[in-house]
């Protein structure tokens, strides 16, 4: 084909579909009509998903209890911090290896960023905040006082936690069982040697 008879076959008359505006029309009209169901689809999906992804949960925090609805993927963790406002949990990696937001589940240690709160419906959970008594700090978190067992404090929260689970689950013969069972808990200050120090101290109370 001449690059004249090329010309030609764009340039028709004004009323005349050419064919290249054809194809580009045929193109941007296809997208328009494929896209607005597309997002008409999105927003209806996310209605109908928007009861069935949340669910109502009861937890008994600190002896108080709670009726929260929450998304199924809300972890424990954020529903304790930005549901509750009980902040003292902390988060430190986010995927269950440093322990800073262990907290106590029907009495055993969790680290409830791994936790979702739907899986712990019904269950008592016990934090930081819950832990002194009528202004009286509990025994292990005066030892970690004593023993200077913190420096900046970040994984305290999650250390004593732990702690008291640690003397609860009767894993304190020894400090060498000690650091064993409370190993899950990092400590970037290094403060191992007093943590040790204070769980083993408080061991006789049994927390």
Known sequence: MSEQQAVSQDTGSPGH??????VGATVTAGGVVIALPLLQGCSDDQETR???DESTVRLNINGAEHELTVDNRTSLLDTLR???GLTGTKKGCDQGACGACTVLVDGQRVVSCLTLAVMVDGADVSTIEGVARDGT????QQAFIDE????CGFCTPG???SGIGCIREGHTSSPEEIREWMS???CRCGAYA???????RTAPSGA
């Open 159 to 161: 250390q004593i936690m």
């Open 137 to 140: 700090l509990h025994p292990l």
């Open 194 to 200: 007093n943590i040790v120090a204070a769980v083993a």
């Open 148 to 151: 200077d067992a913190f420096q």
């Open 50 to 52: 928007l009861g069935k």
């Open 82 to 84: 930005e549901r509750v």
């Open 184 to 186: 899950g808990n990092i």
């Open 17 to 22: 579909i050419r064919r290249r505006t054809f």
